[in-house]
């Protein structure tokens, strides 16, 4: 693979995006990274898979590196399906010095948290998601779905997890169809990610979310990095911003569990730990 590389700092080597769309807004990005915005997911992006989600926490270098490149672009955005709240403590992300342009698009994009404020904003939680946690236990318990599977509380959704089950794969599949009834009995939509199902309320998810963002911010050039299957909306956006003239680079947090969002990346990096790598290399590529 190719690369953009600075002789005078060798950490400075940036991989070269296999797409032409993909090397034209890394080169709008380095030319102009002050009209850039810098959107990521959080789990498996930003922070390391873990079985026990609740454990998650932000890789090491996350804050050092966003904290370094926040400050020369327009915006760094972090779009999450979890609390915005949440995200904030599992990143660690309140009250760091470079990060004041940092946002938090939580439960996608229905909270948001800004650095700048400390204060989250959010709308009243939607009637259906109570009550489809209400129901969940006995009905996985019904189905014979209980065994290895296990239920998430995200305050504005509700998750199943299947993780844990002995034929994890097979448990996800099997309760596709069931929890979407579930989920279209309370006026909610079921939301596929890796090995988990999220019942959460309908008319948002990142590609909304990152659209509605780079609208407020007037972005000349965007970078959205993701790993799982709810990232494939806000690529989706990024095509379409790509034939309206916006250049915008699409970026795989790599995974094996999730093929469809590294085909259509145009820059697949090693998980986070390869993320971490690529947020260095354009800070240290871009003016101070």
């Known amino acids: 693979m190719g690369s953009h590389q600075d002789s005078e700092n060798p950490r400075a ?38 079985p026990d989600p609740e454990q998650a926490r932000a890789h090491p270098d996350a804050v050092a590196a966003l904290a370094a490149l926040a400050p020369k ?3 760094v955005a972090v779009v999450t399906g979890r609390p915005a709240g949440v995200a904030v403590r599992y990143g660690g992300f309140a009250g760091v010095p470079g ?3 940092l946002v938090v698009l939580g439960h996608y994009g229905a909270e948001r948290w800004d650095a700048v404020t400390g204060t989250v904003n959010a709308p009243a939680p939607h009637p259906g998601v109570a009550a489809a946690r209400a129901e969940l236990p006995g009905f996985l318990d019904r189905i014979g779905a209980w ?40 006026g909610l939509i079921v939301e ?15 590609g909304v979310a990152l659209r509605d963002y780079l609208l407020e911010t007037d972005a000349e050039s965007v970078l959205y990095a993701g790993d799982d299957l709810g990232d494939l909306p806000a690529f989706a956006t990024l095509e379409k911003l790509r034939t309206e003239g ?4 699409l970026v795989c947090s790599g995974s094996t569990e999730v093929t469809e969002l590294s085909e259509r990346a145009d820059l697949v990096v090693d998980g986070p730990d ?12 871009m003016p101070a």
């Open 13 to 50: 080597t940036l991989p070269t995006p296999v797409t032409q769309a993909g090397r034209e807004a890394l080169d709008a990005i380095l030319a102009r990274p002050g009209r850039t915005v810098i959107a990521l997911d959080f789990d498996g992006t930003l922070a390391p898979i873990v």
């Open 73 to 75: 672009v327009a915006s």
């Open 99 to 101: 990060l004041e342009r």
């Open 147 to 186: 065994q290895g599977t296990w239920i998430e509380e995200k305050g504005r959704a509700v998750a199943v997890h299947t993780r844990r089950a002995a034929d994890p794969q097979t448990a996800f599949e099997a309760l596709r169809a069931p929890l979407t009834d579930l989920a279209t009995r309370h």
């Open 192 to 206: 596929p990610g890796r090995l988990v199902l999220e019942l959460r309320p309908p008319g948002m998810d990142k």
């Open 246 to 249: 916006t250049p915008g680079l």
């Open 274 to 285: 390869g993320l971490m790598r690529l947020l260095e290399c354009l800070a240290d590529r």
